[in-house]
């Protein structure tokens, strides 16, 4: 891992289905649990995860899951995914890099 580049985002789903679009935005559907994992190495600081919204708080951390890096996974949930949960989601690593994806919740 370089700590000159922006971190990866992995995405995780429960309860329903995600897909991307064509343009690279993460549709989501209502009810879904989503985990946008921030790909860090702990050693190196702790990234942060900024909101385009403040529609609101989203539990955030390094991941506690069985059979998942606790030193590299760094966790923002969404959980039950709402239309007011779309937004930009970005992951801004100590190095000051940042990743962002957009997610769109589809309409109930």
């Not at 429960?14 to 989501?28: E, T, W």
């Not at 989203?58 to 709402?82: C, F, K, M, V």
Request: glycine share 8%.
């Amino acid at each position: 891992m370089c700590v000159e580049k922006p971190p990866t985002i992995l995405f995780r789903h429960q309860l329903g289905p995600i897909a991307q679009s064509n343009d690279g935005k993460l549709i989501v559907y209502p009810g879904t649990i989503l985990h946008l994992e921030c790909l860090w190495k702990r050693k190196f600081g702790k990234p942060e995860w900024e909101v385009s919204h403040g529609h609101r708080d989203y539990p955030e951390g390094w991941t506690t899951d069985e059979n998942r890096d606790t030193n590299l996974e760094y966790r923002l949930s969404i959980y039950h995914a709402q239309k007011n949960d779309s937004g930009v989601f970005a992951c801004r690593a100590p190095n000051r890099h940042k990743h962002s994806v957009e997610v769109v919740v589809k309409g109930e």
